[in-house]
């Protein structure tokens, strides 16, 4: 069966740190992957999402980026945390087809301070 | 993006039927309507998923409006379990590929016992 790993569960970094949040999946192949937040309150909002190896889409402009190395790996990064960037970080998989569901991680708490 | 509407937040009793409403007047006519939910501190799951026909599965049935602007997910017996946010989405595109999945602020039900 197929699984997700997302880690840290939480973190606490200081203004103007890097950042590494690492995603692997496992299971299957060529997923497609996507790294959302969730501020205070609800709603998520999509930062990136990958459809194969070095393919990565930005939706929304900030001091984020996210990588691909390998087929079922996908990290999200910073080199320079803001106060703004504190948050519920979410990864999910899905595999290619018009429906299949998106499966999420159990996510990292970020708090910067 | 077609977008959804949802209410802000319902209640229900448990063990009686919960029926949350989505309008998405927008709609174009490959979009797929998909519900997830998000119990506290965890990542979003999938619920169920449909285009025009009412669609059932274990967790809930999917109610689709003959002109494909609004659906409702029904959860026929509510239980404490179900206290969660309802997140009513339509996919970006209906062809292979990735797709992004927009998701909006949700209903937040609360089941009173």
């Known amino acids: 069966s197929q699984t997700i790993h997302q880690w840290p569960a939480t973190l606490v970094q200081p203004v103007g740190s890097p950042l590494s949040l690492e995603c692997t999946v496992e299971?299957?192949?060529?997923?497609?992957l996507y790294w959302y937040r969730q501020a205070a309150g609800r709603g998520l909002q999509l930062l990136f999402y990958?459809?194969?190896?070095?393919?990565i889409s930005s939706e929304v402009p900030q001091n984020l980026s996210a990588s691909r190395p390998q087929d079922r790996q996908f990290i999200l990064s910073s080199k320079k945390l803001l106060l703004s960037d504190s948050g519920f970080y979410l990864c999910?998989?899905?595999?290619?087809?018009?429906?299949?569901?998106?499966?999420f991680g159990n996510g990292t708490r970020l708090t910067v301070t | 993006d077609a977008k959804t509407t949802q209410p802000n937040s319902m209640e229900s009793n448990e063990e009686e039927p919960v029926h949350l409403p989505c309008n998405h007047s927008t709609i174009s006519g490959t979009d797929y309507i998909h519900w997830y939910r998000q119990l506290p501190s965890q990542g979003p799951e999938y619920v169920i998923h449909g285009l025009t026909s009412n669609v059932n599965n274990r967790m809930a049935s999917l109610a689709i409006a003959e002109d494909r602007k609004s659906s409702t997910l029904i959860l026929h017996r509510a239980t404490l379990r179900d206290a969660a946010v309802y997140y009513c989405i339509l996919r970006d595109t209906p062809y292979n590929q990735g797709g992004k999945l927009i998701f909006g602020q949700g209903t937040e039900l609360s089941v009173k016992p």
């Open positions: 990958s459809v194969g190896i070095g393919q």
């Open positions: 999910a998989w899905k595999s290619d087809g018009v429906n299949s569901p998106l499966h």
């Open positions: 299971g299957t192949s060529n997923p497609n």
